[in-house]
Nanobody
């Protein structure tokens, strides 16, 4: 089992920045790819970014150039740095872990955190 706990969400004005953290425990963190997904009210869960075990990254087109995913294996933590935030980025952001490499599909992930709310005001 892997336990994931997100933090760092909040209310920010458009154009602002936030850094989300995802602290993992329970298994060897470096053996998992880490993904971030988001879900806005009334909308489907949406892929944001993932980082593989090797550190390779993939981003959704909607966040490319504004968001950066990273990981610290010594601290067993993944991060999502969000810059130039837009009102349409408002959602609950959740991190997820996958044992066999990153994926853009939420159903490929084995473990999930509880989510953290990000609200961007215009």
């Amino acid at each position: 089992q892997v336990q994931l706990v997100e933090s760092g969400g909040g209310l920010v004005q458009a154009g602002g920045s936030l850094r989300l953290s995802c602290a993992a425990s329970g298994r060897t963190f470096s053996n998992y790819a880490m993904g971030w997904f988001r879900q806005a009210p009334g909308k489907e869960r949406q892929f944001v970014a993932f980082i593989g075990m090797s550190g390779a990254t993939t981003y959704a087109d909607s966040v490319k150039g504004r968001f950066t995913i990273s990981r610290d294996n010594l601290e067993s933590t993944a991060f999502l740095h969000m810059n130039s935030l837009k009102p349409e980025d408002t959602a609950v952001y959740s991190c997820a872990a996958r044992a066999y490499g990153g994926s853009t599909y939420f159903y490929d992930y084995n473990y999930w955190g509880q989510g953290t709310q990000v609200t961007v005001s215009s």
